[in-house]
């Protein structure tokens, strides 16, 4: 019995993704479809390069097929993927698929530190990053990817200049701490760090990103409604800490972007620093700031949570010498990289099944 392509895409019909809840042909994700007598081969084109389900999805197609036409079949099954994006046609940064801001409600609960580590994770699986230090008056990230000593380059095109931004660790960097001395303080009125804001994304050399993120200052501020404001943001990151004050402040985050004016989904919860890990006691955790105070807040909102970041020395000593957790070999880098791909399938998620978002008009 010969076997058609038609055969096939109904066997491969019957195989659905986890996250999206539909089958692999309805959502298009079979493509170059090739079959002669019991060889058949073709690509799955993925959401993301960071689903951490390529292989329970490569083999539920193999069940599919064995099921329909026996287990002497020649398979030739290849992986892809293509970052989804509800930013088709974008005025600005049209070439970027996804806008991600990551935001706290107070400062000192690691966000920044999160940041630096989720880009680099996302990169590390393939996906074209950028970061945007917005946090203007306290930046940190330049240290973080310790690139603190280098500045970005500037291009004239058409009697306008642009800005050429840093690349370290596959991930393209612009931060006012890269434009500024070290020791000089950024002393600004709110409407001059929005302006600053609105060059990093208008005019700065991005080119294609799957991810851009957005390292956002504390609180609810001029930037975070100058953002909103500039681009449809595709969903945002809430960093907190489990003790009870930081939760009361991410609760206001999350608020923020629930208002309806803004309307920005907010894509899950971040507990930082949730347990305490001694290097010599690897096993063993301490709930030094209190416990589940992530999970709380993401079941009170209704949201994922995305996962939990240890609080280790080795974060630490990465965060000063300039070279991300995320790239090191233990408990805390295996975090990071958890985070990052269950962010890339909530990400893919919302693009399948929430509206664009809009740009914010507040008067």
């Not at 599919?64 to 892809?80: K, N, Q, V």
């Not at 680099?120 to 950028?130: D, I, S």
């Not at 629930?258 to 890990?277: D, S």
């Not at 209190?290 to 609080?311: I, N, R």
């Amino acid at each position: 019995m010969s076997i058609t392509k038609e055969q096939v895409l109904a066997a491969l019909g019957t195989v659905q993704d986890p996250d999206l809840k539909q089958d692999l042909v309805t959502l298009g994700m079979i493509e170059k479809l090739q079959v002669h007598q019991k060889t058949i081969s073709f690509v799955v084109v993925l959401t993301t390069p960071a689903c951490p389900l390529k292989e329970f999805i490569r083999l539920e197609c193999v069940k599919a097929l064995e099921a329909a036409f026996g287990t002497d079949l020649d398979l030739d099954i290849h992986m892809s993927s293509r970052v989804t994006s509800t930013r088709s046609n974008a005025p600005l940064l049209p070439q970027v698929k996804n806008i991600i801001a990551i935001a706290s409600g107070k400062g000192g609960v690691g966000k920044s530190t999160v940041t630096a580590n989720l880009a680099v994770a996302l990169a590390r699986t393939g996906a074209k990053v950028g970061l945007i230090d917005a946090d203007i008056f306290g930046p940190s990230q330049h240290i973080m990817f310790n690139c603190e000593h280098e500045q970005p380059g500037m291009e004239q095109e058409s009697g306008k200049t642009y800005i050429i931004p840093i690349e370290q660790y596959g991930v393209k960097l612009i931060s006012i701490g890269l434009l500024t001395p070290a020791d000089h303080a950024v002393v600004w009125r709110g409407p001059m760090a929005s302006q600053a804001l609105r060059q990093f994304l208008g005019d700065t050399r991005w080119g294609e990103l799957d991810y851009l993120l957005i390292d956002l200052p504390p609180g609810t501020s001029d930037i975070h409604l100058s953002l909103v404001q500039t681009v449809p943001v595709t969903g945002a990151v809430v960093v907190t800490t489990p003790q009870k004050v930081a939760v009361a402040d991410a609760r206001k985050a999350v608020a923020m972007f629930r208002q309806p004016q803004i309307n920005v989904p907010v894509l899950g919860i971040v507990e930082n620093m949730a347990y305490f890990t001694p290097a010599e006691l690897p096993d063993h955790k301490y709930y030094i700031f209190g416990k589940e105070g992530g999970q709380q807040l993401a079941d009170k909102y209704g949201v994922p949570l995305l996962g939990q970041v240890p609080l280790v020395q080795s974060i630490r000593e990465s965060g000063d010498s300039g070279y991300p957790s995320v790239l090191k070999h233990d408990a805390s880098a295996e975090a990071f990289q958890v985070i990052a791909e269950t962010l890339a399938r909530q990400i893919a998620i919302r693009n399948a099944n929430t509206e664009q978002t809009k740009v914010v008009q507040l008067q």
